[in-house]
């Protein structure tokens, strides 16, 4: 690791810990309404936040809840969530309950799409998976039968999660099952040439400045054999949580050209984030048009658009 690499590190985890940084943030009071390119034409819309890590602390609370209610605000039209892990901090019953408490009170974005993290699996996992699948199943209405990947379609649209099958500390752990049951979803939503999105928390190896951004932070022994079912297909694009680094160069990659397959790796919520911009409560939000996805930074957390390099993708369909 880069000698400037482990001080940026250094610094966002003291940061983290100040206390200072779980403080209640206001929606600006300002204009600041959510901008598509083409409203008229838009197929599908979503917002995308990684990495709540929510404490029991009422600001946490009232923090995420900014998600849905800059939504609601600022007239956007999500059609779903995308929450990559990390949903608690230590896994305890309490931080569930006051996640799940947020997002049944919201009543702005109805289609909720939730993986776990490894702060989600490390500890208790049986359990931690079993209450956040009921509550995946409650909300789409859907029958998890005890397995913690799903697939769900959207206007359309195939969203695919993937998740860990067994309590890891850092990585996942998925089964030939799984990795089946990713190609088989592939190859279904992609057959009329629609784009599909993958979410799981960890990245791929070597994506997003890994291994030097963090030694650990890559999915694991099946890394390989999921990005390579990926990249069989055409307009795939993977969402990770977990690196915590902001936006900044590494923030999405191509992972094959060829099949226009991408990977964004989302900026962590709740704490201060790495690298680039660091802004806590950011997030990004996917448009989807018959010849394009579109992808903007936000700062949810606040309502507010964020400038600088790196806060706007645009890739066309293939």
């Known amino acids: 690791m880069s000698a400037k690499i482990f001080v940026l590190k250094y610094i966002a985890q003291l940061k983290a810990m100040n206390p200072k940084y779980d403080k209640f943030y206001e929606l600006s009071s300002e204009k600041n309404p959510v901008i598509y390119q083409d409203r008229e034409n838009l197929r599908l819309s979503f917002a995308c936040i990684a990495d ?135 190859a279904r939503g992609t057959k009329d040439g629609k784009p599909v999105f993958v979410m799981c928390h960890q990245a791929f190896k070597f994506t997003h400045g890994l291994p030097e951004v963090w030694k650990t932070g890559d999915m694991g022994e099946e890394s390989d054999e999921v990005r390579a079912v990926m990249e069989k297909y055409k307009n795939v694009f993977f969402i990770n949580g977990h690196l915590h680094g902001g936006i900044f160069e590494k923030t999405m990659e191509t992972l094959n050209e060829e099949n226009n397959v991408y990977s964004l790796s989302v900026p962590g919520y709740r704490k201060e984030n790495n690298f680039g911009i660091t802004d806590c409560g950011t997030g990004y939000y996917g448009e989807v048009y018959d010849d394009r996805v579109v992808f903007t930074a936000r700062k949810f957390i606040s309502g507010e658009y964020i400038e600088g390099d790196y806060t706007k993708f645009e890739i066309k369909l293939i």
């Open 52 to 186: 709540t890590h929510l404490p029991n602390r009422e600001s946490a609370s009232a923090n995420l809840m900014n998600v849905f209610d800059d939504a609601k605000k600022s007239g956007a039209c999500y059609d779903a969530l995308l929450m990559a892990g990390d949903i608690a901090d230590y896994g305890f019953k309490s931080e569930y309950k006051r996640f799940f408490d947020v997002l049944d009170k919201q009543k702005v974005i109805s289609n909720l799409l939730l993986t776990i993290g490894n702060h989600d699996a490390r500890a208790i996992f049986k359990r931690n998976s079993k209450i956040v699948m009921d509550k995946v199943d409650s909300y789409l209405g859907t029958d998890s039968k005890g397995k913690t990947y799903y697939s769900y379609d959207i206007n359309g649209y195939t969203f695919i999660v993937l998740c860990t099958e067994k309590r890891m500390l850092e990585k996942a752990s998925l089964t030939k099952a799984q990795i089946d049951f990713l190609d088989k979803e592939l």
